[in-house]
């Protein structure tokens, strides 16, 4: 997937992007997140609720600020997602490149998993532009 460049330094970038509590406002497929866990850490959980109205559980896997963080959704048993972002320090900014992976273990779902491989990343990459555009707006002071 191609990196996203965000024009703040790597570290805002890393502890906006690892907070689930700043994801409805970049995730267009959420509505809001419900914590489990208040402290950012490996380990931490909470429940997105999306607009289709699926509430995937979620976990922080990896969080090694400020360069690589982690999480992990399920979804009833019959689905699990992860997505993987890694932030690499660029003379403007930063760049931050996305990894997801997605697996359907029961049908009729597990039909829908190449269509969800080819959809995603375009969905991740428009997320994460979003969440460049937020931040660079309130570096400007907008």
């Known amino acids: 997937m191609e990196p996203v460049a965000f024009d703040v330094p790597v570290e805002v970038a890393f502890d906006y992007l690892a907070d689930p509590r700043n994801r409805p406002e970049w995730q267009s497929s959420l509505r809001r997140v419900e914590l489990l866990d208040d402290q950012v850490t490996v380990g931490q959980r909470w ?3 999306t607009v289709p109205g699926l509430c995937p559980r979620m976990e922080t896997t990896v969080l090694d ?3 690589t963080w982690s999480e992990r959704g399920q979804w ?3 689905a699990t997602a992860e997505l993987r972002l890694v932030f690499v320090a660029s003379d403007s900014g ?3 490149h996305a990894d997801f992976s997605v697996e359907l273990s029961r049908l009729p779902e597990r039909l829908a ?3 969800l491989r080819r959809l995603a990343p375009y969905a991740v990459r ?3 532009r979003r969440a460049s555009r937020i931040l660079s707006g309130r570096a400007a002071g907008h």
Do not use: A, E, F, Y
Request: aromatic share 0%.
């Open 47 to 49: 429940v997105d609720v």
């Open 65 to 67: 600020r400020p360069s």
């Open 76 to 78: 009833r048993g019959r």
């Open 94 to 96: 930063c760049q931050v």
């Open 113 to 115: 998993q190449p269509l």
């Open 126 to 128: 428009s997320d994460l």
